[in-house]
């Protein structure tokens, strides 16, 4: 618990966009974790956890897409699964703006690059996201080539600050 909680808890957060949704992702993957059989325990535990929380984040995100359809509501009134940077801002706005730009990569990459920044490998990526690793790396390198690409990241890259002007 003590050891994955926090970046299993931002993980979710980031993904759901809700602090409270992401806490119960995670307690709902760790009662999950206390439900196995020792026979049965996980033999990598943190990448077990992630697909876990993953599975259940995808479950909440189908569910409120059900509600929706049932409903026939207008779609802005249902919260966006996306990561909310102001909900979640750090003091950094550069810190900020690029989490702004990596919100506005699709999905697959967005995931991919939140579990990398949690220190996770590609191999373990692609376990969790149920990808090849292959797809995992090339979801990666477009991801962080399109980031590149924004000319006031190529601005900040060539001028090398650490502080952002907009």
């Given amino acids: ?3 994955f909680e926090g970046p299993l808890t931002r993980y979710a957060r ?3 966009g809700d602090a409270e949704a992401a ?8 009662l999950q974790l206390c439900d196995q059989q020792a026979d049965q325990f996980p033999a990598r535990p943190k990448l077990w956890l992630f697909a876990v929380c993953r599975n259940r984040i995808l479950d909440l995100w189908k569910k409120a897409e059900r509600r929706r359809d049932a409903s026939n509501t207008d779609p802005e009134d249902i919260a966006d699964p996306r990561w909310d ?9 550069l810190a900020l703006w690029l989490r702004e730009l990596v919100d506005q990569l699709p999905e697959s990459q967005r ?3 939140d ?21 995992v790396r090339v979801a990666a ?26």
């Fill in 115 to 135: 579990l990398w920044c949690h220190g996770l490998g590609y191999r373990e990526i692609a376990t969790i996201t149920d990808q090849s690793e292959v797809g």
């Fill in 85 to 93: 940077p102001a909900s979640l801002a750090e003091n950094d706005d």
């Fill in 14 to 16: 980031r993904m759901l």
């Fill in 141 to 166: 390198h477009r991801a962080l080539k399109r980031l590149r690409a924004n000319p006031d990241v190529q601005s900040i890259l060539a001028d090398g600050e650490h502080s952002l002007v907009r």
């Fill in 111 to 113: 995931e991919v690059l």
């Fill in 1 to 3: 618990l003590d050891q």
């Fill in 23 to 30: 806490c119960d992702v995670v307690q709902h993957a760790f």
